[in-house]
């Protein structure tokens, strides 16, 4: 068996693991009328703004791949229409894969629901099994259309890299997009609702609580889906282009990736099924039992694939072989791990950092605020140690290549981990449909706990996209470089350079500057959102007695129109700016550029992302009872932190992952180019 | 006329000048017996923590020249006693000079206060005397501590660079201890007395006002000196570094930067006396004629010299000389004055990005606050891009020793810039005094105008305090390059290099550990200030009536005691770290660490600053009467917002110039340790 068939064996297996899990998933009970109701509201909101959205990007999509097509028409160094068929299959497998999602989490959100009538259990199983559609379709549909890619255009990479770029630009937009409108409907819903009006959250006279459930949808499922799709394809094809500048196409180098992600998918399958078949009472040891499982299989797997395929190969003066892209894989794995673990410690309330962050809300929203951003910026250490380690350590046994294996050893069980992760946002959605539904607390205690479960994971997971994505894109930054010293036969990158030093500090400015600009389309954003629910608070009669029903559909409106107009600028820009740089400053400034945007993109990613979860965190182990519980000026301090929080840890960080990946993938895609430029 | 006699000449001309200026101070009026009472207690405060912070360090300033003294005697490598001495007079430099700023900035507080009864002008001539003193006797003592220690040594580099670690490490402490001291203090007397008791700001009734003033002339007047010295001095040292390893002592290249210096003295005793002796009635306008004159004269001065001098040398394959370093220091000079202008323009209410802000606050504090933090994002864009043009002009002109003399560029007429900066804290504190002196409110009026413009200042001598520091750390990364290039014979720095971006990850990850350490410093020293004000309002009957006094020694030993034990550790971290990587990862690495820091560093110190400056003046300008003026909900939430800016922008922000300075002079001086490392 070839590699390739072993990826599209694997690819097949998940699709069909996929369906089955989907129509296991449609056969459940959805639950009473109402419970139907509103999720039918959700699904209706989430498809509306999925197919804005992906129309939309469809013209950027259409006019990027005219671009290609005319210039390869005009110059001949590999960009041409195949680099645009690759780019627009890498859009359309993002597309579909988010939509698939999508469309399982929208309608197991109501089952879920129904299943916590039964028990916990019933509840874990469907959710979880709506996650691992999320998870297995992902890599699923992602390994596919790469061996698609691969087989039409003979593995060249000049042209499979657009198939990369195709599924990161996808997932800028879906991120930033389906961030902006998560958040903004969730601080809206918050600040008049909690905040002003005292009611609780996921209450129904609210206007904003359906676009909050929609959100969920939009911005944690087809958001991250989006995200990791294409962190875990840009892996794979850094491999494959490094390995390709040492040897001929179909040579062991080039089978190694392939074989890993295949056997990857297998690893994380059966782990999925350990979730589902093991009868283990606590929610989150039932996961880890899932992850860590597949974990071992995997390790397992990868040793026997590099014992078995025997590689050696040289780099500059230095040989590589035996063990040693083994060992690259796992520490990768590890790292990815490792990554996890510390943003749980950071941001769970089981540890005495959010504890502690809750205790000083007392003194006050000021100095809430000032410790969850503090604590963010602290939890930056661990990660890049970890990353930094593994660096060094697959960069020992496996030189440049191994760097690229270790960002896919990470992503080899993307199936298993992102199940788990987006399992969350399924809870989430089941928990405020019990609410808006007025079913028994009881079904509302039990999705409760399975969403505190689903917020760590939910943690875990954003450190692990993170982490991801600065080795994914460290995978694309390598291969610029090799791509470029192929062509130009000589490429230096002097420290001392000043064009790489202004490249290295412009690039470290970009992910501030996008942040700012989605932060702050959030707080626009919200602050309409906000004036819709006041309003129709005052002028719907009956609204806050139980007698009148809120205007969901607006507040849905108000956000996908907000969303998609303000994620448009910050999109084109992640597009343009790296190709302006390399055309006004050339190459080596660009190089520049890119690593310094993936080491403030990285630190602010893990930042942003852990003091929002901490801080959200906090927030709830307040209300569940400490330091005077809800209502006490202590919880509201918390609230406060907790809403500032939101847009960094739901749109601004995961946003900032991919414009890492995003900037690099188009320099490497254009790398022909630049190297071109004197 | 030598070089080394004109800087001699122009130090002395600038202590003398000072002279004078300290002598008319302290003949003007004291105003009445309340009046001194308070300037008296915020001398005692001041005086006790600097006394307190000097000896701390103290210890650590013995550790370090026993250190250096012991490593001369066992290795010959150039590092020994000399620079032990070099270092201590670094540091006892740096300590007169923030300790004569704060002399006479705490004695020229109340003189404001009296001169304000009789006009503005008054009033704006003490405060303005008291800034000339800080910024002249800073460059002044700065200079000759540099003449002496040139003298000494003989101009050898190995041992001079021990000057810029002995000033920069002082100025951590100072920095660092300064920032958290005044920080706290301000955020504790703001949280119980504005938000809780609802009585104004400065009230004497509030226990830690004295505190809070004492942190004015410990922070912002002895604080910003000591960072101001320290990058006057590495910028200077830095082109003699860079300029020796191509020629001999005493050439050309030596004699320019010490010639630029002493012209900058001269710019700026003549922009004081413009400011002094022109009769311009608004108070900004003075300045900033000051400030351009300076500007205006140092780039005729600097054209002149360098026509004058005449240098040609050649770096690598490439010839420089003509009018190169001319506009190199131009290239220096210009970047200064906008960054400046860019803090101006983010954080003034005058501009409508801050009048936004404040609008923003209506839909409360969260949002205020992520918009805050948006800004002082957004806001890195236009500092790094003149950075970075300043990098490539200057490099382009004159190689990386016109890189060098940019940083000098800016810093030469440091004098005026800093003489306007640290006039700030004057005013404050005058109002401070006029407001627990209960002076008639037209004399607080007076002050609250002046104090406007030094918030203004202040903003803008942040952004310059932090271009030039970025400067001056490039400064130092190169002449750390050069020197390690010089002693192995070659030192690649490959971009590539796997040990390289670990270096820069770990560096870049830094600044963040640190800035975390400083903001929850200040949080919970701030509790603990919080909880003494509380306490002393309930136990201390009479207290809110006006009947009995506050005690007020209690805070300020509260937040001398707090702010020292703080401060050690990330002090003493910031001095092992740089060390703990040159001899783990190697100078590859260190080099890649620094650069690394330097990025992430100074992207944080323009965000925190200009944030936290942002959401000072959007609270004032609500105050002003917009959105509801004083005490409106809008009020209410932007000052949560000013109170989560204050540690940002006091704090960690300026705190994060020194660590990167710092970090880059100590690796300089090991610098032949590390290069003997394999």
Known sequence: MTAIHAALLAAILSIVTVFFLSLSIMRKQQGNELMVKVSKAIQEGAQIFLRREYTIVGFVVIVIMIAFTLFGYFFDIGINWKTAISFFI????????????????????????AAAMTGLRPALEVSFSSGAVTGLSIVGIGLLGFVIVYVLFKGNPLNITGYAMGAS????????????????????????????????EDDPRNAAVIADNVGDNVGDIAGLGADLLESYVESIIACIAIGISFTFIGSKLVDLPLFIAAFGIVASILGVLMVKILPVKSPQNSLNLGVYTSAAIMIIGSFLIVKFLNISFSEGSRMYGGLGPFWAILSGLITGLVIGLVSEFFSSEKFWIVKKLAESAQTGPAIVVVNGLSIGMQSTVFPVLAISGALLVSFYF??????????????????????????????????????????????????????????????????????????????????????????????????????????????????????????????????????????????????????????ATRCVDIATKGAINNMIVPGIFAIVVPVLIGFTLGPVSLAGFLMGALIT?????????????????????????????????????AVIGDTVGDPLKDTVGPSINILIKLMSVISLVLAPVFARLN
Chains 1, 2 share one sequence.
Not at 430 to 455: C, F, H, W, Y
Not at 624 to 633: A, C, E, R
């Open 90 to 113: 890498g859009t359309t497998v993002s597309a579909l894969a988010g939509y698939l999602a999508m469309w399982v989490g929208t309608r197991a959100n109501s089952r879920t629901a």
């Open 169 to 200: 630009l996808l997932a800028l937009f879906a991120r930033a997009g389906g961030g902006i409108f998560t958040k903004a409907a969730d601080m809206g819903a918050d600040l008049v609702g909690k905040v002003e009006q005292g009611i609780p």
């Open 398 to 551: 496996s030189g440049m290549y191994g760097v690229a294996l270790a960002a896919l050893g990470m992503l080899s069980i993307l199936g298993i981990t992102l199940s788990v992760d987006s399992y969350g946002p399924v809870v989430d959605n089941a928990g405020g449909i019990a609410e808006m539904a007025k079913l028994e607390p009881q079904v509302r205690s039990i999705t409760d706990k399975l969403d505190a479960v689903g917020n760590t994971t939910a943690a875990i997971g954003k450190g692990f996209a993170i982490g991801s994505a600065a080795f994914a894109a460290l995978g694309l930054i390598t291969a610029f470089i090799v791509t470029i010293s192929n062509i130009k036969g000589e490429f230096i990158l002097n420290l001392e350079d000043p064009k790489l030093i202004a490249g290295l500090l412009i690039g470290g400015m970009i992910p501030f500057l996008f942040s700012s600009m989605l932060a702050s389309a959030v707080a626009k954003l919200s602050f309409r959102i906000v004036n819709e629910v006041r309003r129709q608070f005052k002028e719907i009669k009956g609204l806050m007695e139980g007698k009148a029903e809120a205007d």
């Open 601 to 637: 993109g990285f630190m602010l990613g893990i930042y942003t992302a852990n003091a929002g979860a901490a801080l959200d965190n906090a927030k709830k182990y307040i209300e569940d009872g400490h330091f005077g519980g809800k209502n006490s000026p202590a919880h509201k301090a």
